[in-house]
């Protein structure tokens, strides 16, 4: 497992929204990375409006982000789900069709959609990712949606011709 995440981006003021959707299936795990990531929005976007939807399983997060993103269009999507692989191939089967809806959907809506929905061999692996404090995976995918909305508006303020600051 690599140890070597981005650094932690600057906190931004702006007044964004960022829909969460999160499985409740090996809800433990879960709640754990949706904490860890509220706690850490609160810190890096102190203004950001938070919805959080939960469906049964990794399964329907796809789904149900893809309403998110057709409905209320937020600044981005965070994905919580935790798949521990058994004794058959269903949990691989999940896992590549929800990343691969994630990824299909954050393109389509050019909207960033953070994937943090794991799939892990072990209840001690989901332990140490989802409720460690030292490698939480929802810290990370609060920090990753910071820095692509910060991405997100320099681009467009290039884009529109409107310089926006590099160090902001």
Do not use: W
């Not at 058994?86 to 949990?91: D, F, V």
């Not at 393109?107 to 989802?130: D, G, K, M, N, W």
């Not at 997100?152 to 011709?161: P, V």
């Amino acid at each position: 497992m690599s140890q070597h995440s981005p650094s932690r981006p600057r906190p931004i003021q702006d007044r964004v929204s960022i829909a969460i959707v999160a499985s409740l299936y090996n809800n433990q795990f879960v709640q754990g990375l949706l904490d860890a990531g509220r706690e850490e929005l609160e810190e890096l976007a102190p203004n950001a409006s938070i919805t959080v939807y939960r469906v049964p399983g990794a399964f329907e997060i796809p789904v149900c982000a893809e309403l998110v993103l057709k409905s209320t269009k937020p600044d981005a999507v965070i994905a919580f789900g935790v798949i521990i692989r058994g004794s058959t191939e269903h949990a691989d089967l999940v896992g590549a069709t929800v990343t691969d809806a994630l990824q299909q959907m954050a393109v389509r809506h050019v909207t960033p959609v953070i994937h943090e929905v794991l799939l892990l061999s072990s209840e001690e692996q989901a332990e140490e990712r989802c409720l460690g404090s030292t490698i939480n995976r929802g810290t990370e995918a609060a920090q990753t949606a910071v820095n692509m909305l910060s991405l997100f508006r320099k681009m467009r303020a290039s884009f529109s011709g409107n310089s926006a600051r590099e160090d902001a």
